[in-house]
């Protein structure tokens, strides 16, 4: 099947910092990359819908200043989470479509996220 | 709206038994997706269903796809401590976003 990475797989910052969470499918191109969040024992929530080569779509809700999404190659998508507060440890999962089978999404490992 | 209502939420067996978790809704998708998640990881992928009635075995595991295409089945036999896990399913296709369920937390005692 297809693989995603995704790099850091754990991270802790203190508040006010950024922090950058790489996601990489490793034997396909993807066009588009979904970024989620998981809150504890709960299922996946989507934030945002990254496109390459154009701006990614936020779901309602989703702070897009804070929540910085750059998707620049076939490969690679980036969240940036902006001046983090501990509101914003989570567990941070991103997917990508395999073209021809874009029903299906394969996702990273995730990033867990602790703001001290 | 779309939903995808999935029951139970969570289910706490005897090694040996069977179960079978429930993915419910009112609308109609073009496929469907079942993944498996294991504590901080991402969701696994285990099987995608599109036709109507279609059945897909993987292993211990079998999936079926509702005739209408609005619901699907994962059927365990004799589950076993390794099938421990979140268990997702996941709707989309026909130019609608994703869904997911809400999943359903099953552990399976030895």
């Known amino acids: 099947g297809a693989v995603v990475s995704q790099h850091p797989s754990r991270v802790i910052c203190k508040s006010g910092t950024s922090v950058k969470i790489e996601c990489r499918s490793l034997?396909?191109?993807?066009?588009?990359m979904f970024w989620y969040r998981q809150f504890p024992k709960k299922s996946l929530m989507l934030m945002a819908t990254?496109?390459?080569?154009?701006?990614?779509?936020?779901e309602q809700g989703v702070e897009k200043d804070k929540f910085l999404i750059n998707h620049a190659s076939l490969t690679l998508s980036t969240l940036t989470v902006t001046s983090a507060h501990p509101e914003d440890s989570s567990f941070y999962i991103c997917?990508?479509?395999?073209?021809?089978?874009?029903?299906?999404?394969?996702f990273g490992p995730g990033t867990r996220l602790t703001v001290l | 709206t779309q939903l995808l209502e999935q029951s139970p939420q969570f289910l706490s067996i005897q090694e040996g038994e069977n179960l079978t978790v429930y993915c419910n809704s009112s609308?109609?998708?073009?496929?469907l997706q079942w993944y498996r998640q294991e504590p901080g990881e991402g969701p696994v992928l285990l099987v995608t269903?599109?036709?109507?009635?279609e059945v897909k075995k993987l292993k211990r595991l079998t999936f079926q796809f509702g005739d209408a295409r609005k619901d699907s089945s994962l059927h365990i036999t004799a589950a076993q401590p390794g099938d421990t896990g979140l268990y997702l399913c996941?709707?989309?296709?026909?130019?609608?976003?994703?869904?997911f369920g809400a999943g359903t937390r099953l552990f399976v005692k030895a």
């Open positions: 997917s990508a479509n395999v073209p021809l089978f874009t029903d299906t999404q394969y």
């Open positions: 034997d396909f191109q993807a066009t588009t």
């Open positions: 990254s496109n390459e080569g154009s701006k990614a779509t936020y």
């Open positions: 609308s109609v998708f073009s496929s």
């Open positions: 269903v599109v036709t109507g009635g």
């Open positions: 996941a709707g989309g296709g026909g130019g609608f976003k994703t869904i």
